[in-house]
């Protein structure tokens, strides 16, 4: 049996400490119903230029962010690491013509545990995450199908990101989950060509999203979304969450299964 395929917006760091807030009780119900021997994941926020997998023992987490309160960062997320599994999953990657590198000293940054902490706050399932790398969306989904035989082996593949994320049109003055009329509209078209599988339309956002540059100035936070495309292939698609912070940060989270 396959395991699912996660992608889940993960909005304002400031969500790691809000165990009350509906997005958070959303995964803390998921968590104990998921077939997970391991959690591999793909964060908008460690994007590089090459392909590299943590392969720790112990990662720990880094605080990539500033100017939250000080609670947030004494937060930790001591999930063990998965080195033999980096290690197959450099050699997979090798048979797909992707070249990885295995990363022995990268924490777990905000993308992940922030989302894990309330995922499976146990921390006691391996986790381990590949970069991010800057490509096109066609190469990030061929990526994603590469990693789609480790749902075999009971990973599931968690891709952490944001479908409209403009930190520069955030609304402070507003209700924290009201969200802006165009901000809405920019979640409805990338949400309706997911659940068409209009693969083609997304991978071509620039051109024909007419939000797109709104939503995704840059491309970081929407990028997760075709690595998770890829390894789901033809998987039946549902809305795990929807909702907004401030304005501009879309919550909307959704999961893939066989």
């Not at 955030?170 to 409805?188: K, S």
Request: proline share 9%.
């Amino acid at each position: 049996m396959y395991t699912p395929v996660l992608f889940v917006s993960h909005g304002s760091p400031q969500l790691a400490l809000e165990d009350q807030h509906p997005w958070a009780l959303t995964l803390a119900g998921l968590g104990p119903r998921l077939p997970a021997k391991a959690i591999l994941v793909v964060s908008a926020h460690w994007w590089t230029d090459d392909l590299r997998i943590t392969a720790a023992a112990h990662p720990g987490v880094m605080y990539d962010f500033s100017g939250f309160s000080e609670a947030l960062y004494t937060l930790d997320y001591p999930a063990p690491g998965a080195p033999v599994l980096a290690a197959q999953l450099a050699g997979l990657l090798g048979e797909a013509g992707f070249q990885a590198v295995l990363d022995p000293t990268r924490p777990l940054d905000h993308g992940a545990w922030a989302v894990l902490r309330h995922l499976l706050p146990k921390a006691d399932v391996p986790v381990l995450q590949l970069s991010l790398p800057r490509w096109q969306p066609a190469a990030l989904l061929a990526l994603g199908r590469a990693l789609a035989p480790l749902r075999e082996q009971g990973v599931v593949i968690l891709a952490s990101g944001g479908l409209v994320h403009n930190l520069g049109r955030l609304t402070w003055d507003e209700p924290g989950d009201r969200a802006e009329p165009w901000a809405l509209e920019a979640e409805a078209w990338v949400l309706d060509a997911v659940r068409r599988g209009d693969v083609a339309a997304l991978a071509d956002h620039r051109a024909r999203w007419p939000q797109s540059r709104a939503a995704a100035p840059t491309t970081d936070h929407l990028d997760p979304l075709f690595v998770a495309l890829g390894a789901a292939g033809p998987d039946a698609v549902r809305d795990l969450f929807r909702g907004f912070q401030l304005g501009s940060l879309s919550l909307a989270s959704l999961r893939w299964d066989a």
